[in-house]
């Protein structure tokens, strides 16, 4: 997919304001082998092919006649409308690898008979082609068992691929029922007396 950008010519929050109140979603484009430039997207434009590509899908940028292909390495969204403040995308060459955060989630929840599911992390970072990175890695847990584990190393990569997160990482794990409620029971025991409020020493003994 291709979107086209223009080059932004003001910057600063009054600009940015601006922008977005005409649609467009301030941006910068940077790379290894590539001059930062600052842009400007069409926001609807930008927001359909994020659906389309996936969070960390590779797209192609047209700034003025000149193309970069890139991904987007971090964006900032309104807290409450769905608009996106800023993005940046790092631009890529062919075959270049790049660090990414890919997402894990676990699936097979519902097939475990006893335990509680407890994952640790949310995604794996990895250095990795753009263009052949997955959208996210998926674990199965529905044959783990209580004290069973899964760390970071334990997730198959593409040979390509090389993880960055510790390999020894726990990623998800399956603990008893009674080991959860005796955490929760042992918290709630050391947690102090509260204070009554206005209520002297002398009153109190």
Do not use: C, W
């Not at 941006?27 to 082998?33: F, L, P, Q, V």
């Not at 797209?59 to 309104?78: I, M, N, P, R």
């Not at 009674?178 to 929760?184: H, K, L, Q």
């Not at 025991?189 to 002398?202: A, F, N, R, T």
């Amino acid at each position: 997919m291709k979107i086209t950008a223009t080059k932004r010519t003001e910057t600063g929050t009054s600009a940015s304001k601006k922008a977005r109140s005409e649609g467009k979603v301030p941006a910068a484009i940077y790379g290894k082998d590539v001059d930062t430039v600052s842009v400007l997207l069409n926001q609807k434009e930008l927001q359909d092919t994020l659906r389309e590509v996936g969070s960390n899908g590779v797209f192609e940028v047209d700034v003025e006649g000149e193309t970069y292909q890139v991904f987007v390495k971090e964006q900032k969204s309104a807290a409450i409308k769905p608009i996106l403040f800023h993005v940046d995308l790092l631009a890529f060459t062919k075959g270049q690898k790049v660090t990414m955060s890919i997402p894990v989630y676990i699936t097979g929840e519902e097939e475990i008979a006893e335990g509680y599911v407890s994952q640790s992390i949310s995604e794996l970072e990895v250095d990795v082609a753009p263009a052949s990175a997955p959208s996210e890695y998926t674990v199965d847990v529905s044959k783990m068992t209580i004290g069973d584990s899964i760390s970071a190393g334990d997730i198959e990569l593409d040979a390509e691929t090389t993880l960055l997160t510790d390999a020894d990482s726990t990623v998800v794990s399956i603990s008893a029922p009674d080991a959860v409620e005796e955490e929760t029971t042992e918290t709630s025991d050391e947690m102090p007396e509260p204070e009554v409020i206005g209520e002297s020493k002398e009153d109190s003994e």
